[in-house]
């Protein structure tokens, strides 16, 4: 949708002449540390041009009224700001529900509703943190609505309780962090534990960033993601019976291979192998961009997926085609699934003037093997959440 026609709708769904004010919050790509966030590795992720816009204007009454262009079939769902409780049937909109519950009951002055307009380019079930977008592009919108001081760390903090403990998904930090704190043309240095944070510039020269949609959709990711995160905290309290260590990131992989033995479960130590090199993988990706060795990065990438695949095992047949076919193709520096996994996206780091056949290859093999073709996206590196102006909207 364009941008005259996002606010049209706006006036024509609930019914006003009121220009609303509008705000954008990216989704995001993981480069490199998947599944390290919640174990208190680093990640390295960057906001991406896609993301969730939500157009608002205040109301004179409590009522909350959301709306979203991507299921036009849910029609207008309704709450009040007296009792913002999770609901089922509300779907979607408990995640804007959640921001508004979590930041009143944080103590901010929300003292009115609002009719509030969503649009998501993200594609549906990718991986590529569409929750998070919402709960951003919901925190930003109140903050601007109701005039409101948030710190932006505090602001990415309350959308990770949002998921935690209002929808029910353990989820690391790494997605809310990714998308509150973005900047063009830059990826996060990101220590899960502490949140120190640098930005890295990402130059990638003749190379473009090739986002892969497998359009399977992820239901298993959710259930398996819990009982990963579960496997890793039993191979840390193992640990613990003869480290004094915190988290599984605090480990360098010597230190992971002296001390394996005390891990009492086979799979519970491949879990907790993956996050402790994974972390490594990740710390190494940045020196080597610092020194320009892409070569030397793209092949930190593939290691990742590997490693996604048999120690994890969170891949499957879709993410394994795409990343095993990128690999053998010219003009490929890495290829990796990014995200939770069990389908969703994978990432490929394309020569530029390779990226036509890049298409082509992997479209045929991968339609081949699993029957129907994966959707492909050219990534541009973006800012953060951030209200936008008229002119800026899409």
């Known amino acids: ?31 490199i540390g998947e599944h390290t966030d ?15 816009y939500a157009l608002s204007v205040k109301r004179n009454d409590n009522k909350l009224r959301f709306y979203t262009v991507n299921f036009e079939e849910k029609g207008i769902i309704e ?64 903050e601007g609505l109701y005039d409101l001081k948030i710190d ?17 998904v353990n989820s690391g930090i790494m997605d809310q962090f990714a998308i509150g704190k973005g900047k063009k043309d830059h990826a996060i240095l990101l220590d899960c534990q502490t949140l120190n944070y640098h930005y890295a510039p990402i130059k990638l020269d003749n190379h473009d960033i090739i986002i892969i949609n497998t359009n399977k959709r992820r239901e298993l990711a959710a259930s398996k993601y819990n009982e990963r995160r579960a496997e890793c905290e039993r191979a840390l309290s193992d640990l ?26 086979d799979t519970d130590r491949k879990r907790a192998k993956h996050a402790v090199y994974e972390n490594e993988r990740t710390l190494l990706a940045l020196e080597k961009l610092k020194a320009n060795d892409l070569e030397a990065f793209g092949q930190l990438i593939n290691n990742s997926h590997t490693s996604l695949q048999h120690d994890y095992e969170v891949t499957g047949i879709e993410l394994d085609t795409i990343a095993e076919t990128a690999w053998s193709q010219p003009g490929v520096l890495g290829a990796r699934m990014t995200g939770a996994g069990f389908g969703g996206c994978a990432i490929a780091i394309v020569e530029k003037d390779k990226v036509g ?38």
């Open 79 to 142: 709450c009040s700001l007296d009792d913002l409780s999770y609901d089922k049937a509300d779907d979607w909109a408990n995640y804007p529900k959640g921001m508004f519950d979590q930041l009143k009951k944080q103590g901010y002055s929300i003292e009115s509703g609002a009719d509030i307009l969503f649009y998501g380019n993200i594609p549906n079930g990718a991986g590529l943190s569409s929750s998070a977008s919402i709960e951003l592009a919901t925190g930003v919108l109140i």
């Open 38 to 52: 919640y174990n208190g590795g680093h990640v390295f992720p960057a906001s991406i041009s896609f993301g969730t």
């Open 152 to 168: 932006r760390i505090k602001l990415i903090q309350i959308g990770q309780k949002v998921e935690n403990q209002y929808i029910g």
């Open 1 to 31: 949708m364009n941008k005259t026609e996002l606010f049209d709708r706006f006036q024509s769904v609930f019914e006003t002449k009121q220009q609303p004010r509008c705000f954008f919050a990216p989704g995001r790509i993981n480069l």
């Open 240 to 265: 613990q019976t003869g480290l004094s260590i915190q988290s599984l990131g605090e480990l360098s992989s010597d230190q992971f291979e002296k001390s394996k033995h005390l891990i009492k479960n």
């Open 357 to 394: 056949l890049f298409k082509q290859n992997v479209q045929a093999t991968y339609v081949e093997k699993i029957g129907y073709a994966p959707t492909f996206y050219v990534a541009a590196i973006g800012d953060g959440a951030k209200e936008l102006n008229r002119e800026g909207v899409l």
